[in-house]
């Protein structure tokens, strides 16, 4: 987990300055713009809730420059339910991390922790952003 503050260059110094395949986000808001900036090339930003209370801005070319996605998640007709949370977490993500190496970082979740890490994220108990390891 990597507190809000300082979120961007607390990623690049854990991941060597390549930044990370997958950026959940439930924030929006003017983290938004940390939030791509910390994706390796190829990643991934998963949009899943504004609970800064602004409906975030992207300038396109962000995306564009690092071949970055931006998805909506959207788990209102799941979003109690993490057996049907989980897998479309995953589904989201993989086309990001297929063949590359999820670096380490301090503070980090295993996979097996993930409905831990989601009800922290749902119960709002999580302090900044939550990071999952899928692989070691």
Do not use: Q, Y
């Not at 007709?77 to 301090?106: Q, Y």
């Amino acid at each position: 987990m990597v507190m809000a503050d300082g979120f961007k260059d607390a990623v690049r110094e854990l991941t060597g300055g390549r930044g990370v395949d997958i950026v959940v986000d439930p924030v929006g808001g003017d983290r938004v713009t940390d939030s791509l900036r910390s994706l390796a090339p190829g990643g991934r930003l998963l949009v899943v809730g504004f609970t800064a209370g602004d409906i975030s801005t992207v300038k396109l070319n962000r995306l564009l420059l690092n071949n970055l996605d931006a998805v909506g998640v959207g788990w209102v007709h799941g979003r109690w339910r993490i057996r049907v949370i989980w897998p479309a977490v995953v589904a989201a993500a993989s086309p990001a991390g297929v063949g590359r190496r999820c670096p380490a970082a301090a503070g980090s979740l295993s996979a097996a922790a993930a409905a831990e890490a989601i009800a922290a994220l749902e119960n709002r108990t999580a302090k900044g952003k939550v990071v999952l390891k899928m692989r070691d």
